[in-house]
């Protein structure tokens, strides 16, 4: 399993050497964020050919912040349209597991993924975001794969 993944992430740098100019701002939803448990409001910050992305998920045992800068690279061998991004950021929560049982996570976040803009104000994409929390005691965490509808202005 290790030499895919290595194997995954050297292909993706030898790919590397397209560029693209992010011009719009986005802001949408991403589905399954939150470790599956329900969805963010995530928006998307310009920052020359790369950007931020900031996603804030709640649900009834707490929130979840996270902030990731993506370096974002076009597919031209797909479509006008389609490009892939990876990232890393940090994430911050806090869950209240019972009425006795509460806790406040910190970590350092990864993410990749693929995404599609249409020639109308519309984006989707889909990304995988694994994290290493390091309060509490250290842990990890494997966000799952998430969709995401993005409006662009």
């Known amino acids: 399993m290790k030499k895919i993944i290595v194997s995954f992430f050297l292909l993706i740098g030898f790919i590397a050497v397209l560029s693209a100019q992010i011009d719009k701002k986005a802001i949408g939803l991403r589905f399954g964020g939150l470790n599956g448990n329900g969805a963010e409001v995530s ?82 994409s889909v990304d995988y975001r694994p994290g290493l929390y390091f309060i509490p005691p250290v842990s990890p965490s494997y966000d799952g794969i998430c969709l995401a509808v993005r409006y662009k202005f």
């Open 43 to 124: 928006y998307q910050q310009p920052m020359g050919a790369n950007r931020a992305e900031l996603d804030l998920g709640l649900h009834s045992g707490g929130f979840g912040l996270s902030g990731i800068y993506q370096w974002v690279k076009p597919l031209p061998q797909l479509s006008e349209g389609f490009y892939w991004y990876y990232g890393v950021g940090a994430g911050l929560g806090f869950y209240n597991f019972s009425k006795t049982t509460t806790s406040f996570n910190l970590g350092i976040l990864g993410q990749i993924g693929a995404e599609y803009d249409f020639e109308f104000p519309l984006q989707i």
